[in-house]
Structures are given as structure tokens and as C-alpha cells.
């Protein structure tokens, strides 16, 4: 970690105080029921703003969507409208709640008939040209797949795809592949709890060092498990960490949350979040351990 002059310090104890793009409380950000495509989605909006960059949440395999309440509030509270679908499909034999890369595209035509329709909770709120991702588990390895224009089965099958123009930036929880992942023009966060005992750091560590381009973060959060973004420890649907969580649930969701939502933020010209990520973050955040290639 660097040593910061006297300005890194100052700038640091303003950010304690008040740091950029502070979250709304969860509880100030709007929750409503929808659907993308055929999909039942819950989308969250903060308070008194927009057009909003939309944040499209890819779930973990069999984790509700449900699961992420607070995550998702709070990123929102940065200034996104958060969907998080429950996407059922069948992958092989099995049937379940399993992302895929057509998501994006969904999600993208799901603004643009949103933004415009009368009556829509989310008129006026959306601005469709500016998709960003999060993901969470096989949620964000669907998410790094579909950074290219490959169809990469199981995360996605049948019709070409390709990654939709509108897509802006990404940043997953406890995640990776076991390949390259062609990134270039996306800027990927990869945010991994370092007691994670399904998604090992040195894999996730592994995809960063994989990543083809930068700009890219990896943000290690110190005590938090796989499930440290999910409302719970172990969600319905999910297999246990066998690694238990040191850190408080709350902590590892805000923080995770914040980290994530200011790498989309700097990702999108907020030049403030990317004096945070890039700069003095590391410093004024004890739970977390940044490594980034800026670009």
C-alpha cells in the first residue's frame, strides 16, 4: 500500500465523514415488482434521481433473489436502479435458478419499454444506454462469460450472442473461471472474501490476473465467506460455505456493496469514486485489501 501525503490524509478523513456518492439508507430506497422478460424481478431505486445507470444482479445458482435485499439497496442508494431477476432455467438434467448471458440484452430492452411507458413506476428513471453488472457466484461467472461475444455453455445456450452495446462496466462477488475472459472496453471489479471456502481467492485471484484488459480491481474483504452479500449465511437454495464468516453479515454486505458500487461509479466518470478505488480506498478502509491496474 502506498504512503499518502498530506492531501491523501486530509482526503481520507473527509471520506470517513462523508464518503463519495454516500449510499441512501436501504430503507429510503423503493423496492418494485416486475418482470424482465419472463422473469419475476424485483427493481430497486433510490430516491430522487435519474435517468439512473441500470444494474442488472446475476444471482447465484439457486439463490432467490430475495437474498440480496440489502446488497442490492444499497447499491442502489450510489445512484442505480438494481434488478435482480429470478432467471429459471434448465442447465443439463437439472432445473433451477441459473443466470445467463441473454440476460443482458433482456434487461437493456426491459429499460427501454420501461422508460418510455406511461403509468411505469420507472418512467423517466432509466437510462437504458448505460448497463452495468453485478453478480454473484455462477451468477458472476455467467456475468465474465458474457463479456465476450462467445456463447459459453452452461451460462448460455443456443442463439448467438452478443454483448450488448449498452453494457458499461461489471464487478462480481466470489467468482471465476477457469479461462481468459476477454474483457476489453468493460472494466471488471473482482470483490472475493478472503475466508471463502467455495470460491477459493487464489481461483478468483487466478481470473483477475486472466482478465485481458484494464481497467480491473480485486478487492479482497477481509472475515467474509462466500455468502458475504447475501441477506443470510447459507440462503435457501444454496450449499453451505464450509468456512464460517468472521465478519459481521452486515459489514461484508455493506462493504462489498460500497466497493462495488464505486467501481461502477468511477467506471462511468464519477471522478471522485475513482480517487476512492484507485487511490486513498484502500487506505481508509480496514476491512479490505485492494490490488487495481488502472489503464
Not at 59 to 74: C, D, H, I, L, M
Not at 272 to 293: K, Q, S
Request: a neutral charge; one cysteine or more; aromatic letters at 8%.
Amino acid at each position: 500500500m502506498r504512503r499518502l501525503g498530506v492531501a491523501g490524509v486530509a482526503a481520507v478523513a473527509v471520506l470517513a465523514v462523508a464518503p463519495p456518492a454516500q449510499a441512501a439508507t436501504p430503507g429510503w430506497v423503493s423496492s418494485h415488482e416486475t418482470h424482465i422478460g419472463a422473469d419475476p424481478a424485483t427493481v430497486h431505486l433510490p430516491p430522487g434521481r435519474g435517468p439512473l445507470p441500470v444494474a442488472l444482479l446475476l444471482q447465484g445458482g439457486n439463490v432467490p433473489k430475495e437474498s440480496y435485499t440489502r446488497f442490492a439497496k444499497t447499491v442502489a442508494g450510489f445512484g442505480f436502479a438494481v434488478a435482480v431477476p429470478d432467471h429459471r432455467r434448465a442447465v443439463g438434467p437439472v432445473t433451477g435458478l441459473f443466470p445467463e448471458s441473454l440476460q443482458l440484452q433482456a434487461t437493456v430492452d426491459w429499460a427501454t419499454a420501461e422508460n418510455t411507458r406511461a403509468g411505469s413506476p420507472f418512467a423517466g428513471r432509466l437510462d437504458p444506454g448505460r448497463l452495468v453488472l453485478l453478480g454473484h457466484s455462477f451468477g458472476g461467472a455467467a456475468g465474465l462469460f458474457s463479456l465476450g461475444n462467445a456463447c459459453t455453455p452452461p451460462f448460455c445456450f443456443g442463439p448467438v450472442y452478443q454483448r450488448p452495446a449498452a453494457l458499461r462496466a461489471a464487478a462480481f462477488y466470489g467468482a471465476s473461471t477457469g479461462a481468459p475472459i476477454a474483457n476489453a472496453g468493460v472494466p471488471v471489479a473482482l470483490v472475493q472474501g478472503d475466508a471463502d471456502g467455495v470460491n477459493l481467492p487464489a481461483t478468483a485471484r487466478a481470473t483477475y490476473d486472466a482478465l485481458a484488459a484494464p481497467p480491473k480491481a480485486y478487492v479482497t474483504v477481509h472475515g467474509a465467506n462466500h455468502f458475504g452479500l447475501t441477506d443470510t449465511q447459507t440462503p435457501p437454495g444454496a450449499r453451505p460455505d464450509p468456512t464460517p464468516q468472521t465478519l459481521s453479515q452486515d459489514d461484508s454486505i455493506d462493504t462489498a456493496a460500497k466497493w462495488s458500487a464505486l467501481f461502477l461509479r468511477a467506471s462511468l466518470g464519477d471522478q471522485l469514486a475513482a480517487a476512492y478505488i484507485y487511490g486513498f480506498g484502500d487506505a481508509a478502509d480496514p476491512l479490505v485489501t485492494v490490488v487495481h491496474e488502472r489503464g
